[in-house]
């Protein structure tokens, strides 16, 4: 290995694509493509990126393996950035096991790492937190070690459990700050003022008021029944009745938890659960069967009873209902709650993550792009959406170096 490849090598550990581009951008050679992609990746030069290193892996090809694959991780935490997720999980998957059978244990790390942020990223929590407890996070580098405790500090956050995220988010800013990389310090940052700020509104007897994780947390652990429309499910203490995929239910649960200690007039809950303008007696024969669909459902933790003019929520031995709302409730919330990342996605991996079918998503993306809230990158399969007030989006990207195995 020559003097320049180390020296460029050196200088991405540190976060200095320039400095590295500087030694081995003249250089065609497949160690000088590695690192050009990688420099490339960091100052967001993505297609350039993917194409260099795709170069790099080829001429490496199945006599270095151990090169090829670290080619591979650099472009599936590409195609995390872009969030082609598919793309990214299939090239963790491929290169992984090279690595550990090869001995490249600080990569197979960093790539189990990237598993793990992936699988966040799609909110699959368990098998996140499962894949990043096979790490030895103390034994990576730096980077990728405060990369690694951001990805507990989201788990913990999506799992409301401000302790865990705290001590998570200092680990990770301990990191940060020893390994000396600006963006990597600015975006733990963002994370500790993501925690610190309210997560939710609070609805209670008529008054609202935003809380923040820790609050959060205090309520879920109170004896109070919890209408969380974030989720969409119903909850007291650790027992947990989902309704996220029955919107006509929870539209009558949260509108009967709105109305509490009160009832909820007939014509109200028709209103808001199915919207309609006029009502005659096919739509009260319909709200019948939907209530008792819906005491059903929440059995276990309350009942709905009627009343004169329309029907009461009654909580089983609980100190009352809450609900729990998004601070900025709006239509295809859920779109809007991703492309908040900062990250630019494709409508494929909106629909993976959201686990609903990709015209539902397109029907969305179009909802959002006419009211001007959304913007389009690139044309065709390549096109990737953004929020408009996002002046522009961090990359995020913690690549590990990659150095030849010669």
């Not at 990688?38 to 350039?48: H, I, K, N, R, Y």
């Not at 990191?175 to 997560?199: F, N, Q, S, W």
């Amino acid at each position: 290995m020559d003097a320049l490849i180390t020296a460029a090598g050196r200088a991405l550990t540190l976060g200095d694509p320039l400095g590295a581009l500087n030694r081995v951008s003249l250089r065609e050679d497949p160690p000088a493509l590695a690192l050009r992609g990688v420099a490339m990746a960091q100052l967001g030069e993505f297609v350039t990126a993917r194409s260099l290193l795709r170069r790099a892996g080829r001429v490496f090809g199945a006599r270095e393996p151990v090169a090829r694959a670290r080619c591979l991780i650099a472009a599936a935490e590409i195609a995390l950035v872009l969030r082609d997720l598919n793309e990214a999980m299939d090239a963790l998957d491929r290169a992984q096991p090279a690595l550990e059978h090869h001995g490249d244990r600080v990569n197979a790390a960093h790539a189990g790492y990237l598993q793990a942020r992936c699988l966040l990223v799609i909110g699959r929590l368990d098998e996140a937190e499962t894949r990043l407890s096979r790490l030895d996070i103390q034994a990576l580098p730096l980077a990728s070690r405060a990369g690694g405790l951001l990805v507990a500090a989201g788990i913990a956050m999506r799992r409301i459990k401000a302790k865990p995220a705290h001590t998570a988010l200092d680990r990770a800013a301990a990191a940060a700050r020893e390994a000396g990389i600006p963006a990597l310090v600015a975006e733990v940052e963002v994370a500790r003022r993501a925690l610190h700020a309210p997560g939710a509104i609070l609805s209670m007897q008529g008054e609202s008021r935003p809380l923040k994780l820790e609050a959060i947390e205090a309520l879920i652990a109170s004896n109070a029944l919890i209408v969380d429309a974030m989720r969409h499910r119903l909850r007291l203490g650790d027992q947990v009745i989902s309704l996220a995929g029955r919107p006509t239910l929870f539209a009558l649960l949260r509108a009967l938890a709105e109305a509490w200690p009160g009832d909820s007039a007939r014509e109200t809950l028709l209103r808001k659960a199915f919207g309609a303008r006029f009502v005659d007696e096919s739509h009260r024969a319909r709200l019948r069967v939907e209530i008792g669909r819906l005491r059903s459902e929440i059995g276990p933790l309350a009942a709905v009873v009627a009343t004169e003019r329309g029907f009461i929520l009654q909580p089983l031995g609980t100190e009352g209902v809450a609900i729990l709302a998004p601070l900025h409730e709006q239509e295809h919330a859920d779109v809007v709650a991703l492309l908040a990342d900062g990250e630019a996605w494709s409508s494929s991996a909106l629909a993976l993550a959201l686990d609903v079918s990709p015209r539902t998503v397109l029907r969305a993306i179009e909802t959002l792009a006419v009211a001007g809230k959304i913007d389009a990158i690139g044309h065709g399969r390549a096109r990737r959406w953004i929020l408009r007030q996002a002046p522009g989006f961090p990359t995020g990207l913690l690549l590990s170096t990659l150095l030849p195995a010669r």
